[in-house]
């Protein structure tokens, strides 16, 4: 009991410890939420970057796209002919037209002209209710920095149109004579519509810190600080915003890292929350900014204290768990002690048993092993066997393909002795050459029936693709030739190499050329087409015949043992089983279907392979044969 009491003890003061640690932690964590506030403000700041680089580089690729228009339409002739004739009625029209199609080709809101008075003569507008003619903008700067002899840029509220824009303008010069100032608006209605498609907003303001674009129509015209005496004077002198919309904004800005802050803006539907970032444009004095909404940032803030807090939750329960684990672990040992000797006595049995099961298992193992390997003798004898089949089938095609060339020779030898008793040396050797044509010819028809004939080995390696479909044809040449087969081969330039064996896949592609004669038996058109395919890691050869093609109840059956649709003398159904299996050992496959123009096509996929060094190739070849 004693033990016990002092073990209830030690764990009720480790309980009391774990505790404490713990409310410790959730009080730093808690306190650490303004700082990962911060955090995760500064990462949204930093994102929302992108999307401000792409808003700087899209204004000023719309300033330069714009700036070279108006000296462009300066250059044209026309113009300086109406501001020294302005009252041309016909050039009026015709210049007007002009400018309006200009303006539609440059996707531009105006195009118009002015004299040195400011008075616009001719306009893109011209056909509008709020047309500029007749209207003169000499209180604009970018008039009189065009009249100068300058380029004008200028941005502001459209007096006329009622439309915020920035102008561009250059003089119509003759010889060093200012005539007149064109000038170019386009809008930014288009820049805000874009940017009221993201998740942020976007503020572009002046020198004056006065707000002419943003996604937010609310804050136009509103001013980022007061505006100074002067500055409103200026305004004012050019007409540039209306007065009674320039109010400052109610906002805090508080630094976070670099030019990332957090800004406060106080509406009247509430004080809104922003990480804001700004990049000026220097050529106009514009400042860009982007205010991305704060609450996710703080979302996620509350999200991650909370699984902090749940870990240190979790953390202190699996520790008060271990703390009641490990004081029951050694009341629990003397039992255990008990419990482990009844179960090495139950695993000594228990492994008795297993042992004797594993005597079993073996034994089944090595008779497996043992029928496995007659399978494979039965199976070598079964295509040894096929291809004396084959042979037999070939024999009255291989006679008359020995006869032939023997008659041939006899001919020529007797020829070869009259023209020797005459003297005709050079008709006698004529002969005597095409003698050992005849010859070379039954010596490659000899060589192919060896090579066929001789019981292949089990090995599998890289082999010649192409050589072998020769040697097969080379040995089928008689039996085609005397059923007045033919046979077209879509022949690759280069040799291809397969993994397999020589020998055994030659039988298949003979197999496959004989099933393709015997389906075109009854068929006035014997034509068989043999084709390789390449693709990344295989190759695929194809023989197609013209017969009548598989049976739909029968297709599932033809690779079967035993399985022929041939009658009964011509086959015994073992030649596609035995290519089957053949194909299926070099790691392949072989398949069947109707070509879907008439006849049956064969398919035997096998893996491609590098080709070997030549006298790797050379041992190999030996050991094949």
């Not at 804001?276 to 444009?281: C, K």
């Amino acid at each position: 009991m004693r033990g016990g009491t002092h073990n209830g003890a030690v764990r009720n003061h480790a309980i009391i410890w774990l505790a404490g640690i713990m409310v410790v932690a959730l009080a730093i964590s808690i306190a650490a939420l303004p700082r990962l506030e911060r955090t995760f403000m500064l990462q949204a700041g930093e994102r929302s970057e992108a999307t401000l680089r792409l808003a700087v580089q899209g204004l000023e690729g719309a300033l330069r796209r714009y700036e070279p228009l108006p000296a462009l339409i300066a250059e044209r002739p026309v113009l300086r002919d109406l501001l020294r004739d302005p009252d041309n009625a016909d050039l009026r029209t015709r210049i007007n037209e002009e400018l309006r199609q200009t303006a539609d080709d440059v996707a531009a809101s105006d195009v118009y002209l002015m004299d040195r008075s400011g008075l616009t003569l001719v306009a893109s507008n011209h056909h509008k209710e709020l047309s500029f003619v007749g209207r003169s903008f000499y209180y604009r700067p970018y008039f009189t920095e065009a009249l100068a002899g300058g380029i004008g840029r200028y941005f502001a509220l459209g007096t006329t149109s009622g439309e915020r824009g920035y102008f561009f303008a250059t003089p119509v010069f003759e010889g060093q004579t200012v005539l007149g100032v064109v000038a170019v608006k386009f809008t930014v209605d288009a820049f805000e519509d874009a940017w009221r498609a993201g998740d942020t907003d976007i503020i572009v303001s002046d020198a004056n810190d006065v707000i002419f674009m943003s996604n937010r129509a609310d804050w136009h015209f509103r001013t980022l600080s007061p505006l100074s005496d002067r500055a409103l004077e200026e305004i004012t002198t050019n007409r540039q915003y209306p007065l009674d919309e320039l109010h400052p904004l109610d906002l805090e800005r508080t630094p976070i890292a670099g030019r990332i802050s957090h800004v406060e803006i106080a509406t009247d539907a509430g004080a809104e929350s922003f990480v804001t970032s700004a990049t000026p444009i220097a050529e106009t004095g514009w400042n860009v900014a982007i205010l991305t909404p704060t609450a996710p940032a703080r979302a996620q803030a509350l999200a991650t204290l909370a699984v902090l807090v749940l870990v240190i939750l979790f953390a202190g329960l699996i520790a008060a768990v271990f703390i009641q684990r490990r004081a029951r672990l050694v009341e629990r040992l003397e039992a255990q002690r008990a419990t482990q000797e009844l179960l090495e006595r139950r695993v000594a049995e228990r492994t008795a048993d297993l042992n004797t099961a594993n005597s079993k298992l073996r034994g089944e193992i090595e008779e497996r092993k043992a029928t496995e390997q007659r399978l494979r003798a039965t199976q070598a004898e079964l295509v040894q066997a096929g291809k004396l089949a084959a042979l037999g089938q070939m024999s009255a095609a291989l006679s008359h393909e020995f006869n032939q060339p023997l008659a041939a020779v006899k001919t020529y030898a007797d020829n070869a002795a009259a023209f020797l008793d005459r003297g005709r040396t050079e008709d006698a050797r004529d002969n005597v050459g095409r003698i050992s044509q005849m010859a070379d010819r039954m010596a490659a028809i000899s060589r192919h029936l060896r090579n066929f004939a001789r019981r292949p080995q089990q090995k599998i390696g890289p082999i010649p693709l192409v050589a072998v479909i020769d040697d097969a044809l080379g040995l089928m040449a008689a039996r085609l030739k005397a059923a007045r087969a033919d046979v077209a081969v879509d022949r690759p330039a280069d040799e291809i190499w397969v993994m397999g064996g020589h020998v055994r896949l030659q039988q298949v592609i003979v197999n496959l050329l004989g099933n393709a004669l015997d389906a075109m038996d009854q068929s006035d058109d014997r034509r068989i087409a043999l084709a390789i395919e390449e693709e990344e890691g295989r190759c695929r050869i194809m023989v197609r015949d013209h017969g009548p093609g598989l049976d739909a109840d029968l297709h599932e059956k033809v690779f079967d043992p035993f399985f022929t649709t041939k009658s009964p003398g011509k086959g015994l159904g073992l030649g596609l089983s035995i290519s089957y299996n053949i194909i299926r050992d070099f790691g392949g496959s072989l398949s069947a279907r109707n070509h879907r123009e008439g006849g049956a096509v064969f398919t035997v996929d096998l893996a491609r392979t590098a080709a070997p060094d030549q006298a790797a190739h050379t041992l190999q070849t030996v050991a094949a044969e």
